[in-house]
């Protein structure tokens, strides 16, 4: 099982960025996907997720309007588009799946679902 995050980078406030997540080594198209992000000296945290087939996403508050979350399951790659970031954003992205027998559950704590080496976003003037 593999997830590579890319796209992240040093963006202004207000300014967008598009990560990617390569996946292998599963079924993704029967799995769950998500995203978790994790600042400086903070805990992991939800940022978004969204079912199998890619019609059910979820946001976190804070993100919720500005953040877009897809798939491309021919392509086993996860999106996220973040518009209008803010420098409260500035963290490592995480790519997260689903686990259980059918690839849609998510375990507890957030630490124990799979997750990639993630992508730095840093949101600065």
């Known amino acids: 099982v593999q997830l590579v995050e890319s796209g992240g980078g040093l963006v202004q406030p207000g300014g967008s960025l598009r990560l990617s997540c390569a996946a292998s080594g599963f079924l993704f198209d029967a799995t769950y996907m998500g995203w978790v992000r994790q600042a400086p000296g903070k805990g992991l945290e939800w940022v978004s997720r969204i079912n199998n087939i890619g019609n059910l996403p979820w946001y976190e508050d804070s993100v919720q309007g500005r953040f877009t979350i897809s798939r491309d399951n021919s392509k086993k790659t996860l999106y996220l588009q973040l518009n209008s970031l803010k420098t409260e954003d500035t963290a490592m992205y995480y790519c997260?799946?689903?686990?259980?027998?059918?690839?849609?559950?998510?375990?507890?704590?957030?630490?124990?679902?799979?997750r990639g080496q993630g992508t730095q976003v840093t949101v600065s003037s």
């Open positions: 997260v799946k689903a686990t259980g027998p059918f690839g849609r559950t998510w375990a507890e704590p957030l630490e124990n679902n799979f």
